[in-house]
Structures are given as C-alpha cells and as structure tokens.
C-alpha cells in the first residue's frame, strides 16, 4: 500500500516545523520508535530527507522535539493535578505517580520507555537541555512555592534537579509498564529515597 497524500509543507518554517512533528508522531505510532526511519518521516510528510534534516538535524532531534511538546502538555495539567497537595512531600509523590501513570498511557513516551528502547530514551531525554525543559515546566513552580515555605532542603541544586527528576519519571513509566498501576512498593521506594533528598525530616510523615 502507498504512502498517503498529504499537504504541501507549508511556508511559514513555525507551521511546517508544527506540520513535520505531526506527522512523525503518527509514524512513531504506527511503526513504532525504534522502526521508524528519517526516510518514513519525510515520505509520510511528502519531502525530501534534506528538508526534514533541515528542520530536525538528527532523528535524536525529531525524537526530543516531540517529547517536549508533549511534556508541555502534561506540565498544564499538572498545574491542576497539584491544586489538592499542600505540601512538598505530597507534591513529589503524587506527582511522580501521576507522571508515571500518563508517561504509561501516551503512546508515545510508553513505547520510547519500553524494555528494546529503553536506552534511547535515556539517550535522548536526558539530554541536558531536552531534560531540563521536559521537567522544569513541571516542577519549577512546585519547587519555587515549597522554597518560599521552607520545605525544600537546602541541597537541592538547580538546574541539576530537573535532569534527576526526569530520570525519575522514565524510571516510573517502565515500573507501570510492568505492573500495569502503582504498587504500594511504588510509593514506599519514593518515600524512602526520593523525599530525603527534597524534604527536611521535619517536613515528612513519621
């Protein structure tokens, strides 16, 4: 079966660069990440591999820009998600799981986190800046607001906090990956050995 016809790139470089992260996120999705070439990309898209490399230098590239669009959209429903959680404490495991239980359920950030394509997406995400703006979207305001009450422990660099918790995160969408929801070990592991390195013992339960 031939590819489909699709539209004209269009002129303005925003538009086509929107155009071009579209139409590789339909091909991740139905190829699959580790199967999906540049060349698939620029067929599916109707250009040339030039004009796609021109856009996304190397398929890493391509890979990255749509996790960031995507995470940008987790970020605005993770304001809300945050909305009941009064403390850091609550913020950092609840949120984590949260993450984990949307990474798990995108098809996109589920087949990047699977076992065979696990090592890209570390790759990948935990690339400095790619993994500072996945995370920061997300946690800064949390982080910024615990600062000012005092809850966040004085040992928390930043931006170096992002890049964790984005590690983190992937750690958390290959647990549901395999146990299909949070587990109580889930939420214990974060307790003991995430909270220390944000929250004051003063500001944890027990």
Known sequence: MGRRKVPTLPADPELARTHLLDVAEACFERYGIRRTTMEDVAADAGVSRPTLYRYFGDRDSLIRAIAQRRAAQFAERMHTFFEPYDTLAEQLVEG??????????????????????????????????????????????????????????????????????????????????????????HREMLEAFVLPAFVPPAFRRG
Do not use: C, Q
């Not at 570390?122 to 910024?144: C, G, N, S, T």
């Open 96 to 185: 984590l799981l949260y993450l984990g239980r949307i990474g798990r359920r995108d098809e996109f950030f589920s087949s990047l986190v699977t076992a065979d394509a696990v090592g890209e997406a570390h790759r990948v995400l935990m690339d400095a800046e790619a993994a500072l703006d996945f995370a920061r979207l997300v946690w800064e305001p949390v982080l910024m607001a615990a600062k000012e009450r005092g809850e966040l422990s004085d040992g928390v660099t930043f931006p170096a906090v992002y890049r964790w918790l984005t590690a983190a995160n992937i750690l958390l969408i290959g647990w549901y990956e395999i146990d299909g929801e949070a587990t109580p070990e």
